[in-house]
């Protein structure tokens, strides 16, 4: 990279002068090259956009607002909306996050700052494997295994905390220790806790990229004024890494609400709004599409693309949110 000196358009001899520093070959291809990626990554989540906001309009332009009200799904008899997928794609994302997010800190705050190095090199290992199962190996797990060892711990929430409305069960009896426990299977807390375990090693990947940054200095200089070293996570590493936390937080939850398989094979679909998170039946967005499009018609076809663009919008907000927050985050600005 060269430097010039250039004087100001109507500046004298004695004028102050203005630096001008040419990047030079390479650095001009790169920035292209930067630039270009960047211009076909946007290019193609509008190409993605429009697509589905065409093929989705025949149905938009029948159902006009009340696609977002309407609980039934029945597009050839007219009567079809999101409002419940929707409301249960929300509570299992939100359940999987209450899940994850302690994992993840747990996990992400001994990686960094306990684990011995030749262990911490293992376990991050472990955790991006973890990341990389495909989702139908989570969803078979949780069908077959998880489920039914979770359906006693369901009944006694719901039998000492049913008096929460969103914990309550229709049609259980916590007075007969016989009573059927299918109310509690394929339930909303199921299909959270499975979809947490699939979000977790993602959230925890950011926070501990985030930690392992805290400053050396701040660090030392806790432990010289007494501090133990939880003290020093929680005076110095967990203030720095609180951007990062939340932009991990953000990324899981941007996963969730967009996981297909594994909530497709343990959910009971249902088509009305089902805010009791113990009680078999829920549906979200991404399993709708899953199960309907197979058999869908032309006209149901293009409800789906409709319920895809809302998914589509919504998973799109989350993650733009959570990459300004990351981005903050690594630079240090979540340093207080």
Not at 7 to 26: K, N, T
Not at 202 to 230: D, N
Request: proline fraction near 5%; include cysteine; hydrophobic fraction near 50%.
């Amino acid at each position: 990279m060269t430097t010039r000196i250039e004087e100001r358009p109507g500046a004298g001899s004695e004028g102050p002068r203005r630096l001008y520093a040419d990047p030079g070959l390479p650095d001009r291809i790169f920035r292209g090259v930067a630039r270009s990626g960047g211009g076909f990554v946007l290019a193609v989540m509008l190409l993605v956009g429009g697509f589905l906001l065409y093929r989705a309009w025949q149905a938009l332009s029948r159902a006009g607002w009340s696609f977002l009200t309407t609980e039934t799904w029945e597009p050839d008899a007219g009567r079809f909306g999101i409002a419940a997928v929707l409301v249960g794609t929300i509570l299992i994302a939100l359940v999987a996050i209450l899940v994850a997010v302690p994992l993840a800190v747990g996990g992400a705050l001994f990686i960094a700052e306990y684990a011995p190095p030749r262990v911490r090199q293992t376990l991050v290992g472990v955790v991006d494997l973890m990341a990389a199962v495909p989702s139908v190996v989570y969803g078979l797990w949780g069908l077959f295994f998880f489920q039914n060892h979770v359906l006693g711990t369901a009944r006694w929430i719901s039998t000492y905390f049913g008096w929460v409305p969103f914990l309550a069960v229709d049609g259980a009896d916590p007075r007969d220790p016989l009573a059927n426990a299918t109310v509690y299977a394929s339930s909303t807390l199921i299909a959270g806790i499975v979809v947490a375990l699939m979000v977790a090693p993602i959230v925890c990947s950011v926070m501990r990229e985030v930690f392992s940054q805290a400053p050396v200095g701040e660090r030392e200089g806790a432990y010289a004024l007494g501090a133990t070293r939880w003290g020093m996570i929680r005076s110095v590493v967990l203030p720095f890494g609180k951007g990062g936390m939340i932009g991990g937080t953000m990324l899981g939850l941007g996963r969730a609400l967009g996981e297909t398989i594994g909530v497709y094979l343990v959910i009971s679909p249902i088509f009305d709004i089902q805010w009791h998170v113990l009680q078999s039946g829920t549906s979200s967005i991404s399993s709708l599409i899953a199960l309907r499009y197979g058999e869908a018609s032309e006209f149901g076809m293009s409800a789906l693309m409709a319920a895809g663009l809302a998914l589509f919008l919504m998973t799109l907000v989350v993650n733009f949110a959570a990459s300004s927050i990351v981005a903050r985050s690594r630079s240090g600005a979540a340093s207080e």
